[in-house]
């Protein structure tokens, strides 16, 4: 499957933005989907996942209440709608989709990623 992530820009702190990954070439409804970033020098961290159907969704404790992952099968797409936005929160985001990841926030699961997103957030 092929991903391409849209959707990242340079919004002020308390902003919004939100995120779109398009996936195709595979069967998108087959693809457990996960949202990493990857902040300069540091290396990249969970942000969120979602299961097949989209009934269940998780989150790292750093953007809980604030981010919120959701997809639509019908439009092989998935996003990440981000609220209340961060300085810390400036990274490249990366969309993310295995059949079956082992764990769901660890980057190795996953074995399709998306060209990633700039997303900036100034203070």
């Known amino acids: 499957v092929q991903l391409q992530a849209s959707g990242g820009g340079l919004v002020q702190a308390g902003g919004s933005l939100r995120l779109s990954c398009a996936a195709s070439?595979?069967?998108?409804?087959?693809?457990?989907m996960a949202w990493f970033r990857q902040a300069p020098g540091k290396e990249r961290e969970f942000v969120a996942a979602?299961?097949?159907?989209?009934?269940?969704?998780y989150y790292a404790d750093s953007v809980k209440g604030r981010f919120t992952a959701s997809r639509d099968n019908a439009k092989n797409t998935v996003y990440l709608q981000m609220n209340s936005l961060k300085p810390e929160d400036t990274a490249v985001y990366y969309c993310?989709?295995?059949?079956?990841?082992?764990?769901?926030?660890?980057?190795?699961?996953?074995?399709?990623w998306g060209q990633g997103t700039q997303v900036t957030v100034s203070s």
């Open positions: 979602i299961s097949w159907s989209g009934s269940n969704t």
């Open positions: 993310a989709a295995d059949l079956h990841p082992k764990n769901r926030d660890l980057s190795y699961d996953y074995a399709y």
């Open positions: 070439g595979g069967t998108f409804s087959s693809y457990r």
